[in-house]
């Protein structure tokens, strides 16, 4: 039964009061045209919108909800570590081994100089550096949030063993090519096998719908249709990255989104719908 979604505050007109700039590609990250905007960098794929990464679209969500100007800069895979250390930004994890692991989302501010890395840094950054934009973490609630992070990750973990396989096929040829040798060699089978199948996969498929099933009995209690209730935070960005990303790598029309967007009410599909003003790729 399809769940009523209440009280969705209406925010002004997104699209007045972004830049008409194209989206660049730049070898070496450096790009001297931005006009001033911030430098959103992002990983392409072969998708017409090219943009797809969860991590990064939590960051154009935040970019587009604070109505803060930018423009993207697409990286691919292969290129993000020279390009990270060419910019002086910083990694975002390290390897077992101890090594650094340079991640995108990052951003560059030339109004302040600075470089940030990571979707929840740079989420924090843009909330103190421009305080009258919309708050991503209203009332206080970035420490809420932040747990919010790990108890949904913790929920969507029987869920990548579906992914991988058909996002490297979006990708382009270069990130392609490395996504595969990098993540077979994480797993030591490839992607393809990482999939399960008959039984096993619809036992799988069956885990991965209760992880969501948790996530919306959360929604469930808040009274609108975001977290929060009425007004979207960054949580609502969070889920709605990950929602994006089935759409894209599963497709429209795959038995796999069709099943999704049919599940709790169609919870899934009404978040991006609510959500629809900041989902512009610029
Ligand atoms: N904690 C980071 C994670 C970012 C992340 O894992 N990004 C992936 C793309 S979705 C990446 O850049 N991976 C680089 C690689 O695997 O070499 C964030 O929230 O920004």
Avoid at 177 to 206: C, H, I, Y
Avoid at 223 to 237: E, K, Q, R
């Amino acid at each position: 039964m399809a769940r009523t979604l209440r009280g969705v505050s209406t925010p002004p007109p997104l699209r007045q009061f972004l830049p008409r700039c194209a989206s660049s590609t730049a070898s070496d990250g450096k790009e001297g045209t931005s006009g001033g905007q911030i430098i959103f960098y992002d990983i392409p794929s072969r998708l017409p919108e090219r943009a797809w990464s969860p991590n990064t679209w939590k960051t154009r969500f935040s970019l587009n909800y604070k109505r803060i100007p930018y423009k993207t800069q697409w990286i691919e895979y292969p290129d993000i570590e020279a390009t990270c250390k060419n910019l002086g930004i910083t990694p975002t994890a390290n390897k077992s081994n101890g090594s650094a692991v340079y991640t995108l989302p990052a951003i560059h501010d030339p109004a302040t100089g600075k470089y940030v890395s990571d979707s929840l840094a740079i989420a924090q950054y843009l909330e103190t550096t421009y305080p009258t934009t919309p708050k991503l973490f209203p009332d206080n609630t970035i420490g809420l949030q932040t747990a919010f992070i790990y108890a949904h990750r913790h929920q969507m973990a029987n869920m990548w063993q579906f992914i991988y396989a058909p996002e490297c096929s979006m990708l382009n040829p270069r990130s392609a090519e490395f996504f595969r040798r990098t993540r077979e060699k994480m797993f030591g089978r490839s992607l393809e096998n990482l999939v399960p199948q008959g039984d096993q996969g619809e036992a799988e498929w069956a885990k991965f719908k209760a992880g969501l099933g948790r996530v919306e009995g959360w929604y469930a209690k808040s009274d609108g249709p975001f977290m929060l209730g009425s007004t979207p935070s960054w949580a609502d960005f969070v889920v709605a990255s990950h929602v994006i990303l089935w759409r894209n790598v599963w497709g429209q029309e795959s038995k796999q989104w069709k099943d999704v967007s049919s599940w709790h009410g169609g919870r899934w599909n009404a978040l991006l719908e609510h959500l629809k003003d900041y989902q512009q790729v610029v």
